[in-house]
Every structure is written in structure tokens, then in C-alpha cells.
DNA sequence: AGTACCACCTGACGGC
DNA sequence: TGCCGTCAGGTGGTAC
């Protein structure tokens, strides 16, 4: 579940369940999941402390806990948070836990363990040192078009590389892609279509913010919800194309989406 | 710079 | 029923 709009749902959950609770204990249940640091110093950092807020870059949280200290999460493939009671009984696949004073916990829980925690003292650091490029959703339009003028790869491919632009991932790049009308493959694109991505890249991210990433309640002109094999485009029926970019695979309309 | 693989993990699904 | 290959909304590394 981890692209921006997940990420940016998952931070307004944080910052309305857990900010200002002091943190009673850590408890992690795979060292997996756990980047450049052990579960001890990860539990010292955190026990006593408060979450003061929660920023997100790109697909990436930064819960703040003190002036020079950030706990960093990224979701990973198929990671989620929640906060609950100790009688509610904690989700699947958890592996980590942070329990608060006041008798709650948060439950991090990804069944394919590819998500990470950590710690930095500064997010812009970390920001810099994994390359990212900016965040899709505080981006003007001339940066972006400087950023995807001059390059030669696929256009989906661009958008995909966290190091060009942060946030967009395989569902949402194909979503924007289709209602700008754009061949997921093209390559060589004018500045207008570029501004008419631009514009969809906004207008399909904070949508799918706006119903809380759930794909279900996105609108039916959508694309998201007919990414299958046979499916079928939701404007006129025509099938959609099957193919692969950068190996992750794409669906798009032929008869909308031009090269 | 761009691309093609592989690896890291587990679960779901379709074919036989 | 059960095994097997393939696929899944991500990222990082390698090699050409």
C-alpha cells in the first residue's frame, strides 16, 4: 500500500492518533525491518519520548522526537500502521510494536517484510544521501518540466525513479499517464503534454488522498481498478495493453494514450 | 544514461 | 488435494 497518497494518509492518521503520547516501550519482532540500527538503540531513542510531528517526503515518514532526532519509516511493499487499544488485539504480520503510557500501541505490521525503520537527526540529510528527487506533491510545474525535458527513457520510467521525482509508484504513474492521455513507453514528449501530465500528477495524487488512498473509492473514470489482465478501459471498453517497464508492468489504453 | 536482471520476502492465484 | 510457476502498489545492487 505504499505510494505517496498512502504515505500522506498514513502521516494525518499518525498525526491524529499518536502525536504527544509519551512512549512506554519498543518491542520489535523481525530485525528486518530495521535499517543501519539495532532494536536496542532504536528502543533507547524512542522510551520516554514523544512524537511531536509527522512530515512525509516522497513515500517516506518522519515522526520527530526531539530538535535532532527523526524516526524514518518507508512502507516498504506491504506495510501499514495502526494504533489500537491493548484489548484490540494487534493485526497480522506484526512486526514492530510501540506501546504509549496511556495504555495504546501502534502496530506496524508488513507481511513481506520489505519496509524500514530507522533513525536520523536530520530528514534533509537523508533526503540528500538516498538521492531523492522532489517531492511529487511540492513540486512547481517549471521544475518538473526541466526535470523530464532532456531525458530519454520511457516516461514511466521517469516518473518511477524516486531519484528524478519522490512519491509516485507503479499504480499512480500509470493513473496519470492515462488520464493525461500518455503512452506509458513514450519517449520523446512536448512541453505541452509535459504540463498536462503535471497537472494530473497533481489532481490524481491529492484525489486519491482525499478518499484516504482506497482504491475502491477512487472515481470510476479511473484506470487503478481495471489493471488486470482483460481489463478493460473504463472510458470506452477497450482492452488495455499489457507491458513492462523498467520490470514492473504497466496498463494503458491504446486508443486514449498516445506515443 | 538507460536498461536488464537479480535479490530481498510472503501470500494469492491459476494451471496441471 | 497439492505442487509449481508467476505475480504483487518498492528499493538497491550489478553488469552491459
Redesign the pocket.
Known sequence: ???L??AETLRIYLENTSLYKIILDLEVRDQ?ILEKISSKELKQSLAGYQFQSVNRY???LFLRLRIDLWLTI?????GWIRYSGIDEGEPP?TRLLISFTNGHYLAYSD????GRFGLTDDPRALVRE?SLGPDALNIDQQVFLEIML?????IK??L?D?CII?G????YADEALFQAGICPNA?SIDEERLRLLFEWIQRVLKTAISVN?N?ADLPESYLISH?YPGGSCPLDGTALMRI?I????SYYCPYHQKR
Open positions: 500500500m505504499p505510494e497518497p498512502e528486518r516522497g513515500k517516506r518507508h512502507l516498504g511493499m506491504s504480520y507481511p513481506r517484510l520489505f538516498k532532456g531525458r530519454k527513457s520511457a520510467a521517469r518511477l524516486q519522490a509516485i509508484g507503479n499504480l519517449k488512498a482504491l489493471r513492462r523498467g520490470g514492473r508492468t
